[in-house]
């Protein structure tokens, strides 16, 4: 199913004419949420750790779970991913399926559930934060540099599924992008939580030295941080000279393959995109479009590894 891109009025730098048209219904949301919430259980069966956001779509919650689990891997502690299951959402799915075992379902607590059957320590939720059916050892607000928190307003007047003030209930956040921004951003999450933990990424590419510095690309995706992705080719001295963005999880036909080849060969360029939005590409002709792997680095790892270790040792 083709998804619309988020409205333009929601990364304005202050709430615009629309966002206050939709105020009564992101009020009456906001009370449904807050009716709906119920008390959380800590299940004492395993360790969790969430990794959600705010901010609704490509604040790097999957690449942040691949890298947690990396380090966990790394300590012999064994970790699973939980995802509760999207249809729209196949090529997370798959990427975390890539990187360790995987449990999805239409509940989260059923999934874990079935992690404890198998004998997991520790679950990795890619997405949960605001589900009130489960109470998280550790939780991870992530934001994504550029578009932080867009015009700072709630659903449906603004990107954000939480007021940011709630920032002061959390005591972890995770900045990821190409570092921009960071000061400013940081500043203003500890005015509102000055005992908040801060850690940073940035996104590296790993098969960097498969493709032609000299030669020209066009770019494409249909992820939630499509202008990070771009920069990050361009950091790494890719000569990009065109670029198209699709909306996030976005279906691709065999109509919009053709016109990004149509559009490549007329530049003379060659087609790249994200590992995600190749994972998307099932039985469509990908002969002349290549993808490019990324990692998250974490440029303060020993403090969260840190975390996760005493997190596992704790009863």
Known sequence: ??????????????PSFYSYILLPFTIILNLITKIKSKPKLLN?????????NFYIGGTG????????????????????????????????QKLLNK????????????????AISEGFEVAIFDDGLQDSSIKYNIEIVC?????????????????????????????NVFLNGNEENLVDITNKIKKINPDININHGRYVPTNI?????????????GIGNHKTFIDMLKNNKLKIINDLEYPDHYQYSKKDIDEIKYSAKKSNAKIITTEKDYLRLNNLDINEISYIKSSLKILDENNLMKKLIELNEKN
Do not use: H, V
């Open 1 to 14: 199913m083709m998804k619309l891109k988020k409205p333009k009025f929601w990364d304005y730098k202050k």
């Open 44 to 52: 004492s069966k395993i360790k969790t750790i969430c990794i959600g």
């Open 61 to 92: 919650k999957t690449s942040l779970a691949i890298k947690i689990k990396e380090i966990l891997d790394k300590n012999n502690i064994k970790a699973c991913f939980i995802k509760k299951f999207y249809s729209n959402q196949i090529d997370e």
């Open 99 to 114: 990187n360790g075992p995987l449990f999805s379902s239409l509940k989260r607590i059923t999934a874990l559930n079935e």
């Open 143 to 171: 934001f994504n540099n550029l578009n932080w928190i867009g015009n700072g307003m709630t659903l449906p007047s603004g990107p954000l599924r939480e007021d940011i003030n709630n920032l002061k209930f959390y005591d």
């Open 209 to 221: 030295e498969e493709f032609d510095k000299n030669q020209n690309y066009l770019a494409f995706s």
